[in-house]
């Protein structure tokens, strides 16, 4: 696999947290348009076979470390999007919501892409007809 980038987003740095799609299935699409697309894995001891991860690089993390939260906004400090997956404030616990991070980056996109909405988005969101 080439780690050169071709095509349209050619020059776009994306950083993707790992987790549930729809950000992994966005960050491929980035990355098969051309986006250089660094996945935050979170340590695991077994190698992935995740499809989603086509065309991307990876990195693992432990964020509930103080050292892995400052990889984390190392690697933001010069991205133009990060796609983040979590339930909503998952991020803030961890130190990289979008208050901490726009302040290491101001020109980031910082994309959630949690799928989380309605009245209960804590819990993992509702659909319309269950309200």
């Known amino acids: 696999v080439s780690t050169q980038s071709t095509g349209a987003l050619k020059g776009l740095k994306v950083i993707e947290m790992a987790g549930l799609a729809p950000s992994p299935f966005a960050g491929m699409l980035l990355a ?4 250089e697309v660094i996945r935050i894995d979170q340590l695991k001891p ?11 690089k990876s990195i693992s993390v432990n964020l ?8 984390v906004k190392k690697l933001v400090h010069d991205a133009d999007i990060l796609l983040e997956p979590f339930r ?13 991070l ?21 819990y993992g969101g509702t659909w319309p007809w269950e309200r």
């Not at 098969?32 to 986006?35: E, S, W």
């Not at 077994?46 to 991307?56: Q, Y």
């Not at 509930?64 to 990889?71: A, C, L, Q, R, S």
């Not at 991020?91 to 208050?99: I, N, R, V, Y």
């Open 32 to 35: 098969d348009c051309g986006a």
């Open 46 to 56: 077994i190698l992935s076979t995740n499809v989603l991860a086509r065309g991307k």
């Open 64 to 71: 509930k470390k103080p050292g892995g939260v400052e990889i």
């Open 88 to 100: 909503p404030g998952v991020m803030e616990k961890l130190g990289l919501g979008p208050d901490v």
């Open 102 to 122: 726009l302040k290491e980056n101001k020109k980031l996109i910082y994309a959630r892409l949690s799928g989380s909405s309605g009245i209960n988005a804590e």
